[in-house]
């Protein structure tokens, strides 16, 4: 996507569900909803209508993401249908930093220059197919897919299917296959944990745990102890162990596999766990403790993607020993003008709308000079810095994994928009109550600075009533919200006990 002077051009824009996967497009299945709610996952400025379910199916995040663009007037921005072949810099770079854009439409190129850069293409396109990775696999005599090709369950009824991958998209298609097929069977290397998008008291699970104040704990705590709460909390649904899935480091702070159903279906029989396959035969998989599924019909692998920009110089995103090198998982930091930026590549338990918001107004900001980039040094400096507390949160990965609060207000302080928590405690103690205890959610940056938006206060304040109505269509009794102090004293009870334990021994 280019930028200049208003104009706006992408990557064709994708319809949500096709019956099939395009190439160089990304790809869903029918039955997808969000793992984010609604509250946490919307555009700062523009709240889900209040009916809208918590946890949305894919067709009521595009008809909510239509609305947005027919609201905002951005319609008249983006060319569809139109495929950007080629990004490189412009002769005159070192002077304009402006860049070539080669696209097609109907079989026809046009070459514009443009001013900037924003790639949103996300990371969902290339899929990641390791078959090298899987001796015998060759000799294979059933199907075997990506699951990015997976649309629906009918062409698996009756079936034996090995689902390799235990991440969202490999429960979410072994749990729907359970229903139809005869076995499922789910094979992973390092197991995850698995969280249900309903968490305390029936209230979504990000509007419980991504909190100002739970996250100041984490960050505060001795590792010891957060790590001792975090594995705590995660086997409070049930017990890892005794289902297969506890991951092999479990007090990495990996994103864990959101499922309502995946533990009543190992249960139930119809879903099993196994670990990585050592090997194939023509019918079988082997794996590493030397069990055997045998009979298999279908191999899904559901094994992620790739990050690939065909359209643009690799040396540029991937500035060092082949690594994705960017500031802030945004600019990279050898470029000699500062006018390209990749928006949504940076993973973190947060959504990714409110995250490539605020991305991209601060790359606006930087585009227009408003706001200036650190020294190349600096850069490779916080980059080396960011990727060691990553190695230490989230283990080794090859995505840019980061903790999205810690992010958000990075961010926002770069441009102004970061909430000022102990001005709102002298100023509005009611919002600054809600804004630090209560959940972290995309309004918060929209309340000051450039970008303010005046109906960010009620929208924080009213974001309970909005959660809960759509869950209360049959009303009995007055409708419940978190109490925080409750909730502040039950989390300080630990580490007071502790405290206490300590006084006493020692």
């Known amino acids: 996507m280019g930028v200049i002077r208003g ?75 139109t495929l950007v072949s080629s990004i490189k810099k412009c002769p005159s770079f070192l002077v304009t930093g402006q860049w070539e854009v080669v696209s097609e439409k109907d079989g026809k190129q046009e070459s514009t220059i443009f001013d900037a850069i924003m790639i949103c293409s996300g990371h969902h396109v290339y899929p990641n197919l390791p078959t090298d990775s899987f001796p015998g696999l060759h000799q294979f005599q059933g199907h075997y897919l990506h699951s990015r090709d997976y649309k629906d ?20 298609i072994a749990v729907e296959l359970s229903r139809l097929a005869t076995q499922v069977v789910i094979s992973t290397r390092s197991g995850s944990w698995v969280m249900s998008r309903v968490w305390d008291n029936g209230y979504p699970w990000d509007m ?81 403790d030397g069990t055997v599924f045998e009979a298999i019909d279908s191999i899904i692998f559901a094994t992620g993607y790739d990050y690939a920009y065909p359209f643009l110089d690799d040396s540029i995103i991937k ?79 090859q995505t840019l994994q980061t903790d999205y609060i810690t992010y958000m207000d990075e961010l926002g302080s770069f441009i102004g928009a970061k909430p000022n928590i102990p001005w709102l405690f002298l100023t509005d103690p009611q919002l600054a109550l809600e804004v630090y205890f209560g959940p972290c959610s995309p309004y918060q940056f929209r309340l000051m600075g450039p970008g303010k938006w005046d109906g960010a206060r009620n929208a924080i304040l009213t974001q309970w009533d909005r959660t809960v109505k759509p869950t209360r269509m049959r009303a009995v009794g007055k409708a419940q919200r978190p109490q925080h102090f409750y909730n502040l004293v039950r989390i300080l009870s630990f580490p007071v006990l502790l405290l206490a334990v300590w006084l006493t021994f020692y």
């Open 153 to 172: 369950p009918d062409a698996f009824k009756g079936k034996r299917v090995l689902v390799i991958g235990l991440g969202n998209s490999g429960s979410d």
């Open 7 to 81: 104009r706006e051009l992408r990557c064709r824009v994708p319809a949500l569900r096709q019956d099939h996967a395009e190439e160089g497009r990304a790809s869903i299945y029918q039955s997808v909803f969000t793992n984010s709610s609604k509250e946490m996952m919307c555009f700062p400025d523009f709240p889900y209508p209040d009916d809208y379910p918590n946890y949305m199916h894919h067709s009521k995040l595009q008809e909510y993401i239509k609305t947005f663009a027919q609201k905002k007037n951005l319609l008249r921005y983006i060319q569809f249908e």
């Open 319 to 397: 500035s060092r020993n082949n690594e994705v090198t960017l500031f802030k998982g945004i600019f990279p930091p050898l470029m000699e003008k500062p006018t390209l930026a990749v928006i949504g590549l940076v993973q973190s338990l947060g959504a990714a709308i409110p995250t490539a918001d605020l991305q991209a107004r601060w790359a606006a900001k930087v585009f227009a000079n408003s706001c200036t980039l650190p020294t190349t040094n600096e850069m490779m400096d916080d980059i080396d810095e960011k990727m060691g507390k990553k190695l230490k949160w989230f283990g080794q990965s």
């Open 208 to 288: 419980v745990y991504v909190t100002r104040f739970a996250s100041f704990l984490r960050n505060a705590l001795p590792s010891f102890v957060s790590d001792w709460l975090y594995v705590k909390k995660m086997n409070t649904w049930f017990k890892h162990e005794n289902f297969g899935l506890m991951p092999l480091n479990g007090s990495l702070r990996k994103e864990p596999v959101f499922n309502d159903e995946l533990p009543s279906r190992i249960l139930c029989g119809t879903v099993s766990i196994k670990p990585n396959v050592k090997e194939f035969t023509e019918t079988s998989a082997v794996f590493e």
